[in-house]
Structures are given as structure tokens and as C-alpha cells.
């Protein structure tokens, strides 16, 4: 079935360095890529997302890389600070059960050390 | 231009109770999603409406669990009886059009706590 598969399910890296964030998705047709990010006791917020039609984006430290051939996409944090800790979902649009929606993966738990 | 607002924030309510948890999505948003997070894990999807209809309720539990949205007010997820397994944070969506391509906007949750 459709699904989202999302690595690693916990990250820690020390303050300073780069944290990167890898999804697959199973639909060769899905064209819209959104990330969340998630702070304790918060809801979702959308952080960056990219469309089918663009390989890469950036917005200051972060940036999200997509693969359509191998049907990947990455999250690329730099210059990690505390304030990144948090989990993050990636999702991918899919057509599943008679309509587009949005698939989740199963969040990654990244932790920045001062 | 207020974000999608979900009330109570927090949710206590004994087993055997019913809990009714609010959506308000945002302005000129007329699509709503629930999902539902046990802690430490991901998000579970439950239910996909409409106004005044149910497009996909696949993540629905059979029993004790609803979900409407009515043509005025907010969306509303009813759990009737609750039981301990129930307690979870529940999370709204919404978004502009029918799609995942048009992405979705959450709300802040509510916490429930089945005593």
C-alpha cells in the first residue's frame, strides 16, 4: 500500500553540526512533499515543503532535496541550534482510497546538544 | 487571521465518559482531518470530513468513536464511554481543497486523560 517510510526514528547531534532527514515514498505519482516540525506539547507546524517540479529549496538553515527517480526526499538542517530539538515529520501526497491525501511518515526524535 | 483553533486544550474525563473535543479550521478552509498521537509515537489519521460529510473514515475505531461537521460550527470528535487507552493527544487539520497537495495546517491539540 502507500506509505511513507522515514529515517533515522531519533538523531542526536552536538550544536553547530548538520542533521539530515530521510524519507522514501512508494507513489511515483505523488507530487507535493511537505515537513513538519513538532515542539513538546505542540501541534505539527509546516516548516518547508517542495513541489515535484523543483529538486531543491532552502530556507536559511534548512533545506529539503528531492529524488523523483529514487522517490526520496531529505530534510537538511545546518548549523543546528537547542531550539531545533523537536520531532519531524515528512509526508508525501498520494492518491489512497478514492482521494489525494497526505501520508506521514513515522517522525524522527532529533536532539541538539549545546 | 486566527490559525485552526482546537478547545479544550486539555481533557480529563473518567472511564465511562463521554469526551467531545472541537475543530475550528482556519478561515476559507473547508476540509478538516483528525489524527490522534499516543506519546512518544507518530501520527495515527482517524477521520476525513467535509462540510456536512464524511469523505474517509478508515482510521476510525468501529465503536465508541464519531466525527461530524456540521454546514455551522466547528467540527466536533465524540468518544462516547471512554476507557483508559483512550487517553492520547488528538490533532485537526485542515486545509483549503479536497488533496494533500494543498497541505495541511494543524491546530495545537487536545490532550485527553482518561482517569
Known amino acids: 500500500g502507500e506509505n511513507v517510510e522515514q529515517h533515522p526514528s531519533t538523531l542526536s547531534v552536538q550544536e553547530g553540526d548538520s542533521a539530515v532527514i530521510k524519507c522514501t515514498y512508494s507513489?511515483?505519482?505523488?507530487?507535493?512533499f511537505p515537513w513538519y516540525k513538532q515542539e513538546l506539547g505542540k501541534g505539527p507546524q509546516l516548516i518547508i515543503d517542495?513541489?515535484?517540479?523543483?529538486g531543491e529549496k532552502k530556507d536559511q538553515r534548512i533545506a529539503v532535496t528531492l529524488n523523483k527517480t529514487a522517490k526520496h526526499f531529505s530534510l537538511h538542517i545546518t548549523e543546528t541550534q537547542p531550539e531545533d530539538s523537536a520531532v519531524y515529520f515528512c509526508?508525501?501526497?498520494?492518491?489512497?482510497?478514492?482521494?489525494?491525501?497526505?501520508?506521514f511518515g513515522a517522525g524522527t526524535r532529533l536532539a541538539v546538544h549545546p | 487571521n486566527a490559525g485552526v483553533m482546537q478547545n479544550p486544550r486539555h481533557l480529563v474525563r473518567r472511564r465511562g465518559q463521554e469526551a467531545r473535543l472541537r475543530c475550528s479550521p482556519m478561515?476559507?478552509?473547508?476540509?478538516v482531518y483528525w489524527y490522534r498521537q499516543l506519546p512518544e509515537e507518530g501520527l495515527k489519521f482517524m477521520v476525513y470530513?467535509?462540510?456536512?460529510?464524511?469523505?474517509?473514515e478508515s482510521g476510525m475505531p468501529k465503536e465508541r468513536f464519531s466525527a461530524e461537521f456540521p454546514k455551522e460550527g466547528p467540527s466536533i470528535l465524540r468518544i462516547q464511554q471512554v476507557v483508559r487507552g483512550d487517553s492520547a493527544a488528538y490533532f485537526c487539520?485542515?486545509?483549503?481543497?479536497?488533496?494533500?497537495?494543498?497541505?495541511?495546517?494543524f491546530g495545537s491539540g487536545t490532550r485527553l486523560t482518561v482517569v
Open positions: 487539520a485542515s486545509s483549503p481543497a479536497g488533496g494533500g497537495e494543498y497541505g495541511y495546517t
Open positions: 507513489d511515483s505519482a505523488s507530487n507535493y
Open positions: 517542495i513541489r515535484s517540479n523543483v
Open positions: 509526508a508525501a501526497s498520494m492518491f489512497s482510497g478514492g482521494y489525494n491525501k497526505l501520508i
Open positions: 478561515k476559507g478552509h473547508s476540509h
Open positions: 470530513l467535509q462540510k456536512e460529510n464524511i469523505i474517509d
